[in-house]
Structures are given as C-alpha cells and as structure tokens.
C-alpha cells in the first residue's frame, strides 16, 4: 500500500499545475482539443486551425462532476504524451486575459487534473505561437490511462453530469473535428461504435 502523499507536497503539486497567463508583452491563445473547440465560452478575436506535436488527444480522464459522478464516472479528453493532435487555437485580446485565465481554470480545472502548460503550436497560416493547453497529469487519480475499446464505450454511455451526458460530448467534438476538416486516426471507431448502438 503506499504512503499517502504528504499535506504540503500534495499543496504544492495543485499549486504548480496553474502556470498563470503569458507574459502581457506577448500574445495569449488558448489551444482546444475537445470541448474548448465547439464551446470555449471566453471571447477571442482570432481562431486558427493549428497542430500541437509531442501530445495526442485521448480519452484517458475519468470525468466525476462535468460529464460524470464519483459513483458512475464518464470519461473526457486530455492531452497525452506521444503523438500529435490539430485543433483550434483562439488568440484573445489583451484586456480579457486575466477574465479569460480565470475562467478556464475554474472550468478545466476543478480537480486539477491537468497541467497547464505554454507549448509551441503551428498554426494553419504558417505561423508558430506559444499557447495555453491543458495536458494530464498521469499521476493523478483521475487519470485512466490506455483503456479497451469496450470500456470506454461503457464509460461514455453511462456517463452523465453537471454538463450533460458523456455520449453527448463525446459526439459534438468528433463531429467538430469532422467539420473542421481535421482526422484524428486514434478515435476513428468511436463514432460509427456509437452510431451502432
């Protein structure tokens, strides 16, 4: 059994994992991989379709509030090690970082299973840019790793919280993903196992 981890590191690794805005001086963009792409509920002035290299969209985090409950938990989207993964990119006006900051992490970060952190993403026009990402934490407890295809489809179908249901969001960012005229190769057969049901 292990040692139960102790008060002040346990505080210090929740603090660490808000890295705060970018410096003023440099532009702040936000990267969406899942619902952040179809409702990022903040205003920006820009969007850009952009790819992210060293991570990969994944459904590998129990989700207990927003698409889920601790008894009967969902499963959501993180950004995993390996790969790569294209999604949207939205640069917010300078005035509305610290609202915009705030905002997400009372959204993404309510059990603080994500990172947050500033990676390069190369967007659609060519250019490269720094941008705020949630990444998971494979520590934490909420982390559920590389799942059966068969799991994950009980998960999201028995999923259902303070957002909605699981299959629903689920749905809405493969079909914006679609729509977007991007392909994520990994989730391919999610869709048409849903559809099947």
């Not at 990022?40 to 002035?45: A, C, I």
């Not at 299973?113 to 993403?121: K, L, S, W």
């Not at 990444?135 to 407890?141: A, F, G, P």
Request: net charge positive; with cysteine.
């Amino acid at each position: 059994m292990s040692k139960p981890e102790p008060v002040a590191d346990s505080a210090r690794k929740r603090q660490s994992s808000i890295a705060g805005p970018l410096p003023p001086e440099s532009d702040f963009w936000v990267f969406g991989y899942a619902s952040l792409m179809w409702k990022p509920g903040f205003e920006f002035v820009e969007q850009q379709r952009g790819i992210l290299r060293g991570f990969h969209r994944a459904l590998c985090v129990y989700s207990h509030r927003h698409r889920g409950t601790l008894e009967r938990p969902g499963l959501v989207m993180g950004l995993d090690r390996g790969g790569s993964c294209r999604g949207m990119a939205f640069r917010v006006a300078p005035e509305k970082v610290a609202e915009t900051h705030a905002y997400l992490t009372e959204r993404e970060q309510i059990n603080r299973v994500y990172f947050e952190v500033y990676p390069n993403i190369r967007l659609e026009d060519g250019r490269a840019i720094r941008a705020l990402a949630y990444v998971v934490d494979r520590s934490h407890r909420q982390y559920a790793g590389r799942l059966s295809h068969a799991e994950i489809i009980r998960l999201i179908e028995q999923g259902e919280g303070q957002s909605g249901a699981c299959r629903e969001y689920v749905l809405n960012t493969l079909h914006c993903i679609a729509a977007m005229g991007m392909t994520d190769h990994a989730l391919d057969w999610l869709e048409r196992a849903l559809s099947a049901r």
